[in-house]
């Protein structure tokens, strides 16, 4: 006989954001995923084999709660990987989840869910790619249950599902959030125009004083055109010698990266981006313009990358995560940058004026002076770390 599985309630488990936090006020969930768990503890019948498909969980209080059904995990966030990981340990839940970062990496290319769960993402193309990537793993049995805060659904959302899923509808908002229902139409609505292994949904912008074309794939910040923040950076350049090594931090499409090494062909570059489709354009960035081979990481920051051996480091750091402001990861990106840098070794930074990020960088470097102009962007230079 098979056994019915209930959702685990997201209040009965202990829940942390990735990064951990001190501020209190942020909770690792929110009334979309309780809504959707509710719904799904009321309304679906779920066993152990049940196949399930959760598609961009933020920090694993729907993998947690589904965790019995071993659910695919498909985000394309490494920090979010990191937090579902992490809360599967910690409350002491099946860890055998498959994540993938593309349907491509389905390991039973034959699957067909019977469920799939989507947060809507912030960004249209990242959608789009997302439910164009799930048709061939679909069918009219289906339940496509998506979710979001109000804020988040627009009448360009419904519209997607309409176009690439089938007939959805909304459910009354409840804590302001909204839940989604889509049936899948029996034909499918794949279609070839997004794929991104052919990478024709991938926008292409030149900066033209630097000769160089950047290549961004859904969902990657600033992908359509150069950033206000990055384009006053591109002012204060480095001016780099033979063989040094180069990070582009929170690397996004590789755009600054890629125009430093443009005039400097003996330079190292490496790449990191806690976004798969980042370091995926990134390589594609860097691969059509210079050619030439460099280090790209998927990662936390700058985690996996050896200490003191670095001259130089861009960053355009984040100052949101998950449309929560936070300052805590452009301080890693700080206390990191000072552990990599060698002891001559330069960080420049470009941020809003109104971030407070002067006394973050004096705690890992003994040196740090605003070096630019700009009404509306600071760029700071902070050298001589602090080991
Ligand atoms: C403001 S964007 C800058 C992108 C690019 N450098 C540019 O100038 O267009 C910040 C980037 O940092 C990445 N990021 C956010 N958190 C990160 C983390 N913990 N580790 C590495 N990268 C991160 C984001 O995915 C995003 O691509």
């Not at 059904?69 to 860890?95: G, H, M, Q, Y």
């Not at 949101?320 to 420049?348: C, P, W, Y």
């Not at 973050?360 to 770390?385: E, G």
Request: aromatic content about 8%.
């Amino acid at each position: 006989m098979r056994m019915t599985m209930i959702p685990l309630a997201i209040d009965k488990l202990a829940l942390s954001r990735y990064p951990k936090t001190s501020d209190q006020s942020l909770r690792a969930w929110n009334s979309a995923d309780e809504y959707l768990v509710k719904h799904i503890t009321e309304n679906l019948t779920l066993d152990k084999s049940s196949k399930v498909l959760i598609i961009n969980d933020q920090f694993g209080a729907l993998t947690c709660s589904l965790s019995e059904c071993s659910p695919v995990c498909w985000s394309d966030s490494f920090l979010s990987r990191t937090a579902i990981a992490e809360n599967l340990k910690f409350n002491s839940l099946n860890e055998k989840i498959n994540f993938i970062e593309r349907t491509e990496n389905i390991t039973q290319p034959d699957i067909c869910f019977d469920l799939v769960i989507i947060r809507i993402p912030k960004h249209n193309s990242l959608l789009t790619f997302q439910l164009n990537s799930i048709a061939q793993f679909i069918n009219h049995n289906t339940v496509i249950l998506s979710a979001g805060m109000t804020k988040e659904i627009h009448n360009s959302t419904t519209t997607l599902f309409n176009k690439y899923i089938g007939e959805t509808t909304t459910s009354l908002a409840k804590k302001k959030a909204r839940l989604m229902f889509s049936k899948p139409s029996s034909t499918p609505k794949v279609s070839n125009e997004n794929l991104y292994d052919n990478l024709t949904d991938i926008k292409i912008y030149e900066v033209k004083e630097y000769d160089v074309k950047s290549y961004g794939l859904p969902g990657v910040f600033s992908r359509e055109s150069l950033d206000i923040g990055s384009r006053v950076l591109l002012n204060y350049l480095p001016e780099t010698k033979e063989n040094q090594n180069l990070i582009d931090l929170g690397c996004g499409t590789g755009i600054l990266g890629t125009i430093v090494a443009k005039n400097n062909s003996t330079l190292n570059l490496t790449f990191c981006d806690e976004s798969f489709l980042a370091v995926e354009s990134a390589k594609t960035t860097y691969e059509k313009n210079i050619g030439r081979s460099a280090e790209f990481h998927i990662t936390d920051v700058l985690a996996g990358l050896e200490n003191d051996q670095y001259d130089h480091i861009l960053c355009n750091p984040p100052f949101h995560q998950q449309n929560v402001q936070t300052l805590s990861i452009a301080n890693k990106m700080f206390k990191q940058s000072a552990q990599k840098l060698k002891d001559r070794g330069e960080l420049r930074v470009v941020a809003n004026r109104h971030l407070k990020y002067r006394p973050m960088l004096s705690q890992y470097f003994k040196n740090v002076k605003m070096i630019s102009d700009d009404s509306k962007f600071v760029v700071w230079l902070a050298y001589l770390p602090k080991k």
